[in-house]
């Protein structure tokens, strides 16, 4: 044995049995006195690896793949390292190094679409983790990516099915339960979701992201008191850790405590300035207590939340326009923007009668269903389909261009700004065509129901059951369906209950808003979810009864503690309290009481 051998065999004793310290003290001197020899790097690569000095262990390997270049086994050692250091590019060009000289290398496959999952490139990402086209049997950190991937592209069935069978293989990785946790918020099974999340805070109590999404799964369901306690475990964790005050912050936003959340609120904002999620949910919580002022210049945040941003395709338009930075003079050519959401379209076009008075030269873009009502509920040939101007170059005549939305704080600065009682009006002839329709029972409460929103966690959350709208089918009463998509399964239920909905199967709910506008002004009320159909509703002043399920799911418009919204002025709103049950009955003591409806705030 040599005596560079000894020395080597004496620092890894050292290390493994007396001091790591001085044998990495030791190993740093002979690699400066041997630069290049391929044993004295290895030793200060593995030595440097096990004592956190990634810089260091990198730079080893370096001068080893210098003679060694086409050896995997360095190259994989070498990427993994620039991984651990969030060195994305830097360990792509490794693996691609890799798979150069062997284009089948699993562990490099598999890490190539992570890479690409990290770069949040998940299309590229999934190419890559289809290509191979079996993972190991014992791999649940393949499993694990390629669920990720499969989650991140929409695919949630799928991810979810690769999740449970990560957990077959190791039902001790906290990971794997909070990413099928988080794929089952996807999938709106939240009951679920909380039984996982609740498995992965029995294997470890001190896992932040466990605290934070079992915390989040009980805010909405509101649980707040649980979701506070996990919080709090968390923060006692990470007391610093931004995420953790943003939520909190929300958490308390949801159940209306405006002094907690204003602690969080700024702290959080402290750590990042640019919580936009946050922001919305602070600013929600001012409206929803009609403090408009400070309200109104944090409104443009729900367009800088990401999941929003990334659907508004004009948003370039704009930018330079959010929060305080828009200023409009009358006479400016003005182009106004729609915003995802017909039922916030609807909401923001009450501002319309006073932005027409306002702005001279003015256009306004809208979905298609609308143009031609807004045209004739407002008397302005003013309305254009969404795109007309924003999808072209058209757009340079205008001075300035802003989202609907944005204008809201110039007309409504205070409670007494919401003084209108309705804005839109529906065609006289299809008004006149659901009367004649409807006149066999003219002798009856005609009572319009709605129990679904959008396909969304959120939509879930504020979602009942035809089910639950049983108690009001009474002999004294006509009930019409005014939801739309597929009902087929409760026209089903409600016939084998015995009882009738009357359901115009010629009338498409969701694309025909003239016709369902109609329908609408032949109700004596119409009872809902919070839905688009519940703003037409609101819009046309007809009497509305709105039952909120949750608190997550009441937005600033609806004010479930006064009972009423300061939007639409001929709806009450009714919030769940102990069950969907004693909130019908609620609804059948005002039904009896009377026959005339009007929920003035």
Excluded at 34 to 39: L, P, T, V
Excluded at 157 to 173: G, H, M, Q
Excluded at 226 to 249: F, R, T
């Amino acid at each position: 044995m040599t005596n560079l051998e000894n020395k080597l065999k004496k620092i890894i004793d050292t290390f493994n049995n007396v001091n790591r310290e001085i044998a990495f003290k030791d190993i740093i001197k002979l690699s400066e006195k041997y630069n290049k020899n391929i044993s004295v790097q290895n030793v200060l690569f593995q030595v440097a690896k096990k004592v956190g000095d990634i810089d260091t262990s990198i730079s080893a390997l370096k001068k080893i793949l210098l003679v060694e270049n086409k050896n995997t086994s360095y190259l994989s050692q070498l990427y993994k390292l620039f991984l651990e250091k969030g060195m994305l590019d830097e360990a792509l060009e490794q693996i691609n190094s890799i798979l150069k000289i062997d284009n089948k290398y699993y562990d490099a496959l598999r890490d190539k679409s992570y890479i690409y999952f990290l770069k949040k490139d998940y299309v590229v990402a999934k190419k890559y983790i289809e290509n191979i086209l079996d993972l190991k049997d014992d791999d649940y950190f393949g499993y694990n990516i390629k669920g990720l991937i499969y989650l991140k592209n929409n695919f949630f069935e799928e991810a979810r099915n690769f999740f449970i069978i990560a957990l077959r293989i190791n039902d001790k990785y906290v990971d794997t339960y909070n990413n099928l946790g988080a794929c089952l918020l996807e999938l709106e099974k939240l009951d679920e979701a909380k039984d996982v999340f609740n498995k992965a805070y029995k294997i470890d109590k001190k896992n932040i992201s466990t605290l934070i999404n079992l915390a989040n799964v009980l805010s909405l369901q509101d649980d707040i008191i649980g979701a506070v306690k996990h919080y709090n475990e968390a923060l006692n964790l990470k007391p610093d850790n931004q995420e953790i005050l943003s939520n909190l912050a929300i958490c308390y936003c949801r159940d209306n405590k405006e002094k907690e959340a204003k602690v969080f609120y700024d702290k959080a904002l402290k750590i990042n300035p640019y919580d936009y999620k946050l922001m919305y949910a602070y600013c929600t919580l001012q409206l929803k207590l009609n403090k408009f002022g400070r309200s109104w210049e944090l409104f443009d945040s729900r367009l800088l939340i990401q999941k929003n941003k990334d659907k508004l395709k004009n948003f370039n338009l704009v930018k330079n326009n959010l929060f305080n930075n828009l200023k409009i003079h009358p006479k400016e050519k003005l182009l106004v923007l729609r915003e995802q959401g017909v039922g916030d379209e609807v909401l923001f076009s009450s501002i319309y009668p006073e932005i027409i008075k306002e702005f001279v030269n003015l256009k306004i873009e809208a979905d298609k269903r609308l143009v031609p009502i807004f045209n004739r509920s407002f008397g302005k040939e003013i309305f254009v389909e969404d795109g007309y101007y924003s999808k072209n170059s058209s757009v340079s005549g205008f001075d300035k261009i802003t989202y609907a939305g944005s204008l809201i704080k110039f007309f409504r600065k205070n409670k007494n700004d919401f003084n209108y009682e309705y804005y839109l009006t529906a065609r006289k002839d299809v008004i006149y065509k659901y009367k004649k329709k409807l006149q066999n029972y003219k002798d009856k409460i005609k009572i319009g129901i709605s129990w679904k929103s959008k396909v969304s966690i959120y939509g879930g959350l504020k979602s009942l059951s035809i089910k639950d709208f049983l108690p009001l089918f009474k002999d004294d009463r006509i009930i019409i369906n005014l939801q739309y998509g597929n009902i087929d399964s409760d026209k089903k239920y409600i016939l084998n209950q015995g009882k009738y909905l009357e359901v115009f199967n010629d009338l498409d709910l969701f694309n025909d808003i003239e016709s369902c506008m109609g329908l609408l002004k032949n109700l004596d009320l119409f009872i809902t979810v919070s839905n688009a159909t519940a703003h037409f509703a609101g819009a046309l002043g007809i009497p509305t009864i709105l039952i909120c399920p949750k608190k997550s799911s009441t937005y600033y418009y609806w004010n479930t503690e006064h009972g009423s919204s300061i939007w639409y002025k001929n709806m009450k709103i009714l919030g769940i309290g102990k069950s969907i049950i004693n909130t019908l009955n609620q609804i059948n003591n005002i039904l009896e009481k009377s026959n005339e409806f009007k929920f003035k705030d």
